[in-house]
């Protein structure tokens, strides 16, 4: 068992919002799942990725935005989840006045991720 305390664990900073782990193998060694909380700012999106090792759990906490996945793409506000499976490439885009704050989980402690155009 560990126990973090988000307080006290680094954020990855970017131009488009922010990341912050709470749990994967590198927290917790031997962890099945990895946990983190995303923020993406007004006006900015993440850039288009997928995961080949694992599929995605997006939990929407609070803002509005436009979740894109293989040409297509939904309305998403606070309340609302989307799964995105394994491979499926994908995006969040904020079109909300206040910064998009979401919970994510992914089915692997050592998530994988490709990038497929870059956003610093």
């Known amino acids: ?7 006290q664990l680094p954020e990855q900073k970017f131009s488009w919002g922010t990341l912050q782990w709470l749990c994967d193998g590198k927290l917790s060694p031997g962890a099945a799942q990895t946990v983190g909380i995303a923020e993406i700012l007004p006006g900015h ?3 288009l990725h997928y995961h080949p090792n694992c599929e995605e759990v997006l939990y929407m906490i609070s803002g509005k935005g436009v979740h ?3 040409g297509r793409a939904v309305d998403l506000g606070p309340g609302m ?5 394994a491979g499926v490439k994908h995006n969040l885009r904020n079109t909300g006045s206040e910064p998009i704050r979401c919970l994510i989980s992914f089915s692997s402690g050592d998530r994988q991720t490709v ?3 870059q956003k610093p």
Not at 81 to 85: F, L, M, N, S
């Open 68 to 70: 894109s996945f293989d």
């Open 81 to 85: 989840t989307i799964r995105i499976p």
């Open 45 to 47: 999106e993440n850039p």
């Open 1 to 7: 068992m560990t126990v973090t305390d988000a307080a």
């Open 115 to 117: 990038f497929l155009e």
